[in-house]
């Protein structure tokens, strides 16, 4: 396990909510270490569509996007990994969903949505024009490659003095100490950061709240060579899946008319969304699928969807799949994170539902910030 044993700060995870609790740590001037039991990075941080969608989100989400947005940013020249303050554009294609945006339009800061005419959205999308009523841009939303971002940073953490201790697992915690499978490591303040993993180390917060895994159809595709997409791109299945939409009057109207048009879709949770990549490919998704444990079996039928829906959307006869995969984030019903503290000291921060990207640095800052002030009032009490 290296030399050092005793640290102010112990996270226990290596996904980009952990790094990031590592991030704001360091930059505190504190000794950090972070854990994981894998080798490296390789669940929900990089299984996702790398999409920071900041503007569509509500409430304590919606602050920790805003107030992470710098970071990213910060970390994106620091850390050396591709960034994209590239925006997300969402096509409407029904008159409902161009209200969805008109009001929701109303209910953020000037220049935080931009409304966009059927000409002007049909001017920047390549899309099918039939159906098509308009469109919104929303310019402060970022992207990453996902597959880059979160490994970068942990590189960098590296050889700024952050201790990793990959394949070590934890096991147990008392007031001051991680105890793990290569033996105890001493912190005044511990951040367990693991995700849909949480019910193994506190099954008790995890069957309080409801804490599922949330199983998702995730491909990478190349479209023809004139295709060019210059942002991620939402539809009306985005407006009835971000909270920043879902209390709006006119979302209703909306679900109800895609439950009824497309019962199929609504059954496997469908969210079609695109997000282009540096190398030319796509990410498309996703479906939606919640078990206690994350079956390996996938269907078709799920991929099925989004290609069929990819090839109307766009106007493509083939669409090249280069790689097919299931995410997996942990999930809870009407909550969007976990926030903790079980034992003294010990604080269990979870995103529990799919915006872990999002709000992962402004969560974090907001977490070191007011764990480490308890942990100090705590120890001088």
Not at 63 to 91: N, P, Q, V
Request: net charge negative; hydrophobic share 40%; with cysteine.
């Amino acid at each position: 396990m290296g030399n050092q044993q005793s640290y102010d700060v112990v996270v226990v995870g290596a996904g980009i909510v952990g790094l990031a609790h590592a991030y704001h740590a360091h930059q505190r001037g504190l000794t950090v270490a972070v854990i994981d039991h894998a080798d490296g990075v390789v669940g929900a941080s990089v299984q996702n569509f790398g999409h920071a969608c900041i503007t569509a989100q509500s409430g304590q989400a919606l602050a920790y996007g805003r107030a992470g947005r710098r970071h990213w940013l910060d970390l994106s020249r620091k850390a050396g990994f591709w960034s994209a303050e590239a925006g997300t554009f969402c096509i409407a294609r029904h008159d409902d969903e161009l209200a969805v945006m008109r009001e929701f339009a109303t209910t953020r800061e000037d220049g935080e949505v931009r409304l966009l005419s059927r000409d002007q959205i049909l001017e920047r999308i390549p899309v099918v024009s039939e159906g098509v009523t308009g469109g919104m841009y929303l310019p402060n939303d970022l992207q990453v490659d996902p597959r880059t971002a979160v490994p970068s940073i942990a590189r960098w953490l590296a050889a700024e003095g952050v201790d990793f201790h990959w394949r070590t697992a934890a096991c147990g915690f008392e007031p001051g100490v991680v105890h793990t499978s290569r033996g105890p490591l001493r912190a005044e303040t511990t951040f367990v950061t693991v995700n849909y993993d949480i019910d193994r180390l506190f099954p008790e917060l995890a069957e309080r709240d409801g804490l599922v895994r949330c199983r998702l159809h995730m491909l990478r595709a190349r479209l023809p060579l004139a295709f060019a997409l210059p942002a991620p791109l939402f539809t009306g299945w985005s407006l009835v899946r971000y909270s920043g939409f879902e209390n709006l009057p006119a979302t209703a109207a909306v679900a109800e008319r895609l439950r009824a048009e497309y019962p199929a879709y609504a059954a496997i949770d469908l969210h079609q969304m695109y997000t282009p990549q540096p190398d030319g490919s796509l990410l498309v998704g996703d479906t939606h699928y919640r078990d206690i444990s994350a079956p390996p079996f996938q269907s078709e039928e799920g991929f099925a969807a989004l290609l069929e829906e990819a090839r109307k959307l766009f106007g493509v006869k083939e669409i090249e799949v280069t790689e097919r995969w299931q995410g997996v984030y942990t999930s809870a019903p009407n909550q969007e994170f976990l926030i903790e503290e079980p034992i003294e000291g010990t604080h269990v921060v979870t995103v529990t539902t799919g915006i872990g990207m999002t709000t992962s640095m402004g969560l974090a800052q907001d977490s070191v910030e007011n764990a480490l002030t308890r942990d100090k009032v705590v120890a001088h009490a």
